[in-house]
């Protein structure tokens, strides 16, 4: 109705008869100026959907919706997209008891730092993906009462919202979600993390679920089941307080990528993967990246015969010390490019099992390697390589 007045800076709907009226989607979208809207006697008895109503109202700071009576609502999708201006809302009155989309219903609210949705009846919401996404000012976030037992996708669903301190979700009924990720992607701020009752059994993404959870110092996951997970890319990426990390539970059989999954966990001293079945994985680029204070490492048990990319696998792992990886498959591979780049404590290293035959690049493979004393490269070939920049004063064998 009012979509695209970007000049509109206030509207009086008192005696607007909106008895009849059933969708009020789009109704206010790109109103970028709008500061102010008059919704005494405005009924919404009879509307359906409200998807998109607000979104845009990027200059709008408050607004007043105690007229609203949303029992027939069925659509919040958006509702409030990038009402970046929004000091606070008071959804009190809200009957959500027969919503399903509460998708992106608060993205980018940027300047709210709190909101009261205990009230909230989320019992037949199926999509919550992007909820608060980028929410940045929110520090608090009560969501006890939130009924999640249908919702399938909760990707991105507090993605960005960097002030956030604590969230307890022990409540959340997750069995029917399959798609979590960048569920707390860049959540920098938050220092506790309740997953305790997270139910995973259908979930098959998980890809930078917790990156840059920058202040995590821990993270139980113990009773994650990960035994349909395709997808692990960067999953722990940047969790630059985590210590120490248990997940001897997780099954990896169908995991095809774990690109970046502990990339620059550098808090983290042992890291024990010796359950993990990698035999699917096809992509192992930059996974223990970074990883600066990491002693001891166990991945005696990964099979690497589908691994294509090891591109900066081991890169500034400074404090790691293993002679050998003689149980890795390297006969697919093509990119090794800064594998062991910075592994300063490394004295010897055997990868005389090594197959390189179809390896495109080896640049700066084992630079500042400084205490490489010994390596066995006695079988590698290098018909096919194409960069090859090794500089460093050891005896090769």
Known sequence: MFQNCTQIIYIDLSLFDTSQVNDMSFMFQDCISL????FENFNTSNVDSMSHMFFNCSSLNSINLSSFETSKNKDMYRMFYNCSSLLSLDLSNFDTSRVTRMNSMFYQCTSLKSLDLTHFDTSNVIFMNFMFSRCSSLTSLDLY????????DMAYMFAQSSSLTYLDLSNFNTSNS???????SQCSSLTSLDLSHFNTQNVNNISFMFFICSSLSSLDLTNFNTSQILNMNNLFSYCESLISLNISNFET???KDMDSMFLNCSSLISLDLSN???????????IFSQCRNLTFLDISNFDTQQ??????????CEKLNFSNLFNFNTSNVEDMFYMFLGCSLLNKLNLS???TSNVIDMYKIFYGCNSLLTLDISNFDTSEVKICHICLLIVII
């Open 276 to 286: 993990f079945d990698t035999s699917q994985v096809t992509n192992m680029r930059r």
């Open 35 to 38: 500061l102010s809207i008059n």
């Open 307 to 316: 691994l294509i990319n090891m591109k900066s696998m081991f890169y500034n």
């Open 145 to 152: 009462s939130f009924n999640t037992s249908n919702v399938n």
């Open 353 to 355: 099992n090594f197959i």
């Open 178 to 184: 399959i798609n979590k990720n960048y569920m707390f």
């Open 253 to 255: 059989s169908k995991v």
